[in-house]
Each structure stands twice: as C-alpha cells, then as structure tokens.
C-alpha cells in the first residue's frame, strides 16, 4: 500500500453551518436557506477518513458541487490526529473498516473531542448492527455502500443545517 503525506492548513473564516450568521456577514437568512438548499457550502470544511484512494476519490467528486474543503486521512489514527490539530472542521465523514484505528474506535475519539461535530460513517459491510454499532460510537448516521451521491449530501444537509 502506498504511504501518503497529508497537509492540514486551515484560515480563519465565519461558518454558516449549523444555520449560525456572523453579524458582519451581509448574507441573508433567505439567503443563507438558498444556498444550503443549492448545496452552496463553500465555507465548510470536511474531514473524510477513507484508507482506500478510490473511494475518497467517489466521495470526493459525490461532493465536489458543494465547493467544500476536504482533508483526508488514510486511517483512523489519522483521522484522530488531524481532527485534534484542526479546530475548524465542520463534519467528518468516515470509513468503518480501516487501519490502525477502525472507524468506530476514531468515531468514539473524535466526538470525545467535539461532540458538536456530526459524524456520518459508512461501510461495504452491512452485517446485523453495524449502523446501531456506529451510532451508539458517536456517528449520527451509517450509510451502507453503494449509496448514490445525492442519498449522502441529503444526509449532510440533514445532520449541518438541522433546525
């Protein structure tokens, strides 16, 4: 398996998820609710723990239309590591099977860490309680693989810009 390198670089910007406005920023609420509508979410930023380049490279283009930033981390020790060292990252999407630290092991950490941060974690496995496993890890939903891409972003948008 090949090693990858990963950079984490981050800016200091006003969020819109969770339906939060700064009071500088012009944008409208009707505004707001357009653009989460149109999956316009450019401000946020992902982190995805996938330790299979393909399926990062799935999801990776499943949400390219939303022009959100996505860091990536090819286990679940990174995935921990990178969420610690970043304090702006607005979801985390992960892989359930991975190396050194499986999904629902990072699950548990990261929502120990930021509990406000919705997680949604995914597997090819969809044996008898997996999704209950990944909830009860911290995890607001588990997709089953394949999903379609609109089926994930109908979920992102459920879990960020919930009343």
Not at 33 to 58: C, K, P, S, T
Not at 67 to 81: D, I, R, Y
Request: proline share 5%.
């Amino acid at each position: 398996m090949p090693k990858f390198e990963f950079s984490c670089f981050y800016t200091s910007f006003k969020s819109l998820a969770r339906k939060t406005i700064a009071m500088d920023n012009p944008i409208s609420q009707q505004e707001h609710n357009q653009a989460v509508l149109r999956y316009q979410w450019g401000h946020l930023v992902f982190l995805v723990a996938e330790d299979i380049e393909m399926n990062y490279l799935f999801l990776s283009e499943a949400l390219k239309k939303t022009g959100v930033h996505l860091l990536w981390a090819v286990n679940g020790q990174q995935a921990v590591e990178i969420f610690s060292s970043t304090p702006k990252i607005d979801m985390v999407i992960s892989d359930i099977q991975m190396p050194e630290k499986d999904g629902f092991a990072a699950t548990r950490e990261i929502t120990a860490l930021r509990p406000e941060v919705p997680i949604i974690g995914y597997t090819a496995y969809s044996y008898d309680g997996v999704r209950e496993k990944m909830i009860l890890a911290g995890a607001k939903e588990c997709l089953i693989k394949p999903f379609e891409p609109k089926k994930l972003l109908l979920v992102i948008r459920k879990y960020l810009f919930q009343s």
